[in-house]
């Protein structure tokens, strides 16, 4: 088949990502994004030169008083397109994929859907191959992708007995000025476990995981602070190291090289190289690494804005079979610019 075309429906923090992500592979292209109000997000796809589209006669007049034209309705691109790319807010693409299903295009969904929304919930590193051919599939929430590409990483050398995580989240999204909390910590939620654990358990049903997490007065990234407990004895710190600097999408950053300690220092440092300072890449802090008899121990970064990007990316190839997981990967990382060496350029 010629390139796939997508539809992007959701132009917020994870659309625009998608959807310039895609305009960046020789396999698929963009045919046109949705966007629900006409701001600043609109003006950036009119630039980008997507064609934009809106959801509804109400949204149409807004877009209109402001002297923004669009090229139709949700429907008209739908038609257009091969797959459409959900990244509206949580619980829209379950009430959305019944529009999806008139028009018999493929669907790709976000994390903050039910897993029931798709065939499958998707992580490229660790159930790629299940997906080939599916005609939907719900990439993973930003947190559960972080921890899979730690689990699945390790769990490709190491035997794994359970896995147990803190997630210190942020608040919101740095874009997003009406959420909290201002000088405060909250129990996310306050009875344990948190969903997360479900949430990976949706991609690995057999891990033993159990996770907690809090909520704190920030924007940049989510800190985890993940113990695993090994079925074996006998793995060195220098084992690990060797298994997550060989690992895709993972970058080790050494405080003794870089001087990085903190999410501000990696985001600054982003700033410097990357487009909208994004780092895809599953940070692991080299120096927290620690291993005790059968457990590892560590601390992780997870920029939410940008992880699950290459991800979506991935699924859209597997659902049309287009590459195999590791071509697909390379493919999509080196397009997206990850580098195992980007914080030490």
């Known amino acids: 088949m010629g390139a796939v075309r997508v539809a992007v429906n959701g132009f917020g923090t994870i659309g625009k990502r998608v959807a310039d992500a895609v305009s960046l592979q020789d396999d698929m292209k963009v045919v046109g994004v949705v966007k629900r109000t006409p701001d600043y997000g609109a ?17 149409l007049k807004n877009f209109e008083k402001v002297g923004l034209r669009v090229a139709g309705f949700l429907d008209e691109l739908l038609e257009k397109a091969d797959i459409v790319v959900d990244a509206t807010p949580g619980g829209q693409g379950m009430k959305n994929k019944k529009i999806y299903k008139k028009y018999n295009i493929k669907q790709i969904y976000q994390g903050g859907e039910k897993p029931e929304v798709a065939e499958i919930s998707f992580s490229s590193l660790c ?17 559960t992708t972080g921890l899979l590409r730690l689990i699945c990483s390790l769990k490709s050398t190491l035997r794994i007995q359970q896995v147990r995580a803190v997630l210190i989240r942020r608040a919101a999204d740095p874009r997003e000025i009406k959420k909290g909390p201002i000088n405060s910590i909250v129990l996310n939620p306050p009875r344990l476990p948190s969903h997360h654990a479900l949430d990976v358990k949706t991609v690995l049903p057999n891990l033993d995981i159990v996770t907690a997490a809090v909520v704190v007065p920030t924007t940049l990234m989510h800190v985890h602070y993940v113990t695993v407990k090994l079925r074996e004895e006998g793995v060195t710190r ?32 982003a700033r410097d190289i990357r487009l909208r300072s994004d780092i895809p890449e599953l940070v692991v802090f080299e120096d927290s690494i620690n291993v005790d008899g059968d457990e590892i ?16 990316i991935d699924a859209i190839r597997a659902l049309f079979n287009l590459a195999s997981a590791e071509a697909s990967i390379r493919k999509t990382d ?7 060496q980007f914080f030490l350029l």
């Open 127 to 143: 159930n790629y191959d299940e997906a080939l051919g599916k005609n939907s599939a719900r990439v993973v929430s930003c947190n």
């Open 297 to 312: 121990m560590l601390f992780q970064a997870v920029h939410q804005e940008s992880i699950v990007v290459p991800e979506n």
């Open 334 to 340: 080196s397009s997206l610019g990850l580098s195992k």
């Open 43 to 59: 003006l950036y796809a009119l630039h980008k030169g997507y064609p934009l589209y809106v959801p509804n006669e109400d949204a």
């Open 238 to 269: 220098d084992d690990v190291i060797k298994i997550l600097d060989e690992a895709r999408r993972i970058v080790l950053v050494s405080s003794g090289k870089t001087g990085i300690k903190s999410t501000a220092q990696l985001i600054e440092a």
